[in-house]
């Protein structure tokens, strides 16, 4: 069996009288494609970023690539990978200069970033573009970018957040060939997206309710368990028991 990547109990996160994230229990594993769902206000945000070693948690327990999630927070930094649709590349510097920046921040060694410099810009046919401003690249190709850049210290876990927001369905569709390469190399992909498509590709996926997690399994059983045909049916059943927004 694989190993366990991300493991929490009973996690939680208050801020006052709020309960953003109550108590919710988790366990993914190397090279699995993770779907984290909710409607807006459901906590999905405040649970990445715990996880991602952003924001201590009120209380519960978790270990994040193996590193405990109160006392080795940089550890934690250091061993994944991030991405989000609203952040992700700096647009005033070029391909090569963020890949350069970016692969400093994750600790690459000059040697390390030149070979994965040349490695990626190949991988990704971005030759002729490597010196080209990031501002200059269409969508996909600033996604597809960013994603590389993300995994390319070889973390245990990439975070995606709604990576593919706004992105055509056929761009998005290439873009998760690249997830699943990343899972095929070992890489755990946890990954947010209101695209209900998109959950369809998961191994299993966490829907959350106010804060808690409602349903947790493969997509074909939440269908089974809901009665429902489809993962957009799922949903709704689900988003529509929230209490609270955003």
């Not at 190993?3 to 108590?23: M, N, Q």
């Not at 970033?113 to 991988?123: D, H, P, Q, T």
């Not at 390469?181 to 369809?200: C, L, N, P, Q, W």
């Not at 988003?239 to 955003?246: I, M, V």
Request: aromatic fraction near 10%; proline fraction near 2%.
């Amino acid at each position: 069996m694989a190993d366990t990547v991300i493991r929490t109990e009973k996690l939680t996160k208050r801020f006052g009288d709020f309960t953003a994230v109550h108590e919710i229990d988790l366990d993914i594993y190397q090279g699995e494609i993770f779907g984290f769902l909710g409607a807006n206000g459901a906590g999905k945000t405040t649970a990445m970023r715990m996880l991602c070693g952003l924001s201590l948690p009120t209380s519960g327990s978790a270990r994040i690539a193996g590193f405990d999630i109160y006392k080795e927070t940089e550890k934690i930094k250091k061993n994944i990978g991030y991405m989000s649709q609203k952040f992700s590349l700096y647009e005033d510097l070029t391909v090569q200069e963020n890949i350069r920046f970016f692969g400093g921040i994750y600790g690459l060694t000059r040697k390390e970033l030149k070979v994965k410099s040349n490695e990626l810009i190949a991988y990704l046919g971005l030759e002729e573009e490597a010196n080209k401003l990031v501002a200059s690249l269409p969508l996909g190709w600033k996604q597809k970018l960013a994603f590389s850049v993300a995994i390319m210290h070889a973390p245990k876990i990439v975070f995606l957040d709604e990576p593919t927001g706004g992105v055509d369905p056929v761009t998005r569709r290439q873009f998760w060939d690249l997830i699943y390469k990343a899972s095929d190399d070992g890489i755990t992909v946890f990954v947010t997206t209101h695209y209900m498509d998109e959950a369809e590709y998961c191994d299993r996926l966490s829907i959350m309710v106010d804060g808690k997690i409602e349903a947790l399994s493969s997509p074909a059983q939440m269908k089974i368990d809901l009665h429902a045909d489809s993962m957009d049916d799922v949903f709704y059943q689900l988003a529509r028991k929230a209490q609270r927004q955003e």
